[in-house]
């Protein structure tokens, strides 16, 4: 164990009051306690080994060093590669969103974005309207700017739009939201319900942050056009190459049209980091060069669709009547609520201590805590880790008291 604890002769408060308001992701210190011991995990939302595309991976190790040399370890610029920005301007043009090279900036992975955007656009006090559940990390990334949250609770539609209007009037600041395959519920929000939003946004003149790690992961259909793409007036789309390549590379981007909001952002980015690093950059530019990126997404889609399949009927099998989930059209997660008023997170604790693990829900909600939820990924396990890990969990869930 690391000692966070400051010398006594320390004179300053520590650590400074901003850390007092980021929420924690209990499962890491969970599992940083069982470290070591063999764990099944339906915890993370990672590619499957067999997702990644090692070997234009490899290739494109060689081809940066026999064509770039040395100048792919220098500084890049903070905007990052122009290749790479025009890569995804084309991307983002076949999604239906018309974007020019100059309106994207590399970031490392849209995590990053999500922070930068925090530091250019919130004050302490600022109201962020976010979805209930949202991504933790997202909740992670705003809180050191000491926002405050309003949430927006959601159907099998996606946001509510009845109270939204009246919410997004009084909150000045930005809708977060993550419209495909949400993070964690699986939600995509409808065609009709996005037309709905795009209206309540333009009319109050509130800004939409769209996070769309998940919209090339679907498995009945393809989600409608990104937000974005749909006429809002004030917008930032945050996208990634984490789940259709791999989260390795740490790249993602930040696309606004607005040229003021691009000005600070590259402004703290510099800050942040001077620039993302420049090889990871030609190493991808050098992958999406061999890599058919359609066939690639496909196949992949084939392989998740199967792995939702088998975790589905593994679920249906060990767990009916002891807790009710979605079953999700895209994305990597299912979203579950314990029945008879069980704690999700007392049976994290349980079940880790068996050798299995998954993501406490309560942590997804930016106000009042809903204990009874957990998240469970669906990429990563075997079919055998699914039959046993799920098994774990019952056997766990029978043996709690019940509240
Ligand atoms: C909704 C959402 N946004 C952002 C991220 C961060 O992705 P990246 O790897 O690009 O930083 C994730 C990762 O899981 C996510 O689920």
């Known amino acids: 164990m690391i000692n966070l604890e400051l010398h006594e ?20 210190e969970i599992l940083m306690a069982a470290e070591g011991r063999p764990m099944i995990s339906f915890g993370g939302g990672v590619p499957h080994d067999s997702c990644v595309p ?20 220098r500084y890049g610029t903070t905007e990052g590669e122009k290749e790479l920005r025009e890569y995804v301007a084309s991307w983002l043009k076949g999604l239906g969103l018309q974007a020019g090279a100059g309106e994207i900036l590399i970031v490392n992975g849209s995590q990053q974005g999500l922070d930068l955007l925090g530091k250019v656009l919130l004050n302490p006090g600022s109201t962020i309207l976010v979805e209930r559940p949202t991504y933790l990390a997202a909740l992670q990334a705003f809180s050191p700017y000491e926002p405050q949250y309003d949430e927006v609770e959601m159907d099998d539609q996606g946001a509510i739009v009845e109270s939204f209007k009246e919410k997004l009037r009084k909150v000045g600041t930005f809708f977060y939201t993550i419209p495909s395959f949400q993070n964690p519920s699986g939600v995509c929000i409808s065609v009709k319900r996005r037309e709905e939003i795009v209206n309540c946004l333009n009319e109050t ?38 789940k259709m390549v791999s989260p390795g590379f740490r790249l993602g981007w930040i696309w606004t049209s607005n040229n003021n909001l691009m000005k600070h952002l590259i402004t703290v980015k510099q800050a942040a980091d001077l620039c993302t690093g420049l090889f990871q950059q030609y190493l991808l530019l050098e992958v999406l060069r061999r890599l058919d990126i359609q066939k690639h997404l496909k196949r992949n889609r084939i392989f998740y669709a199967s792995q939702r399949e088998k975790m589905n009927h593994y679920m249906s099998s060990h767990l009916c009547g002891l807790m009710d989930w979605n079953y999700p059209s895209g994305g990597m997660f299912f979203w579950a609520t314990l029945k008879n008023g069980l704690h999700a997170g007392k049976l994290l604790s349980r079940c880790v201590e068996r050798g299995v693990a998954f993501a406490d829900g309560a942590s997804f909600f930016a106000g009042e805590k809903d204990f009874s939820r957990l998240r469970l990924n669906f990429t990563q396990c075997t079919e055998e880790e699914m039959d046993r890990g799920l098994l774990m969990i019952a056997e766990e869930i029978r043996q709690m008291p019940i509240n």
Do not use: H, W
């Open 9 to 28: 002769n320390y004179r300053f408060p520590f650590p400074a009051d901003r850390m007092k308001k980021i929420p924690r992701s209990g499962i890491r």
């Open 54 to 73: 090692l070997p234009e991976i490899r290739d494109a190790f060689e081809a940066v060093f026999t064509n770039r040399g040395a100048r792919a370890f």
């Open 205 to 242: 003149g509130c800004l939409l942050v769209e996070d769309d790690p998940y919209s090339q992961l679907y498995y009945d259909y393809p989600p409608p056009a990104p937000l974005c793409a749909m006429g809002v007036k004030n917008a930032v789309y945050l996208g990634t190459f984490s």
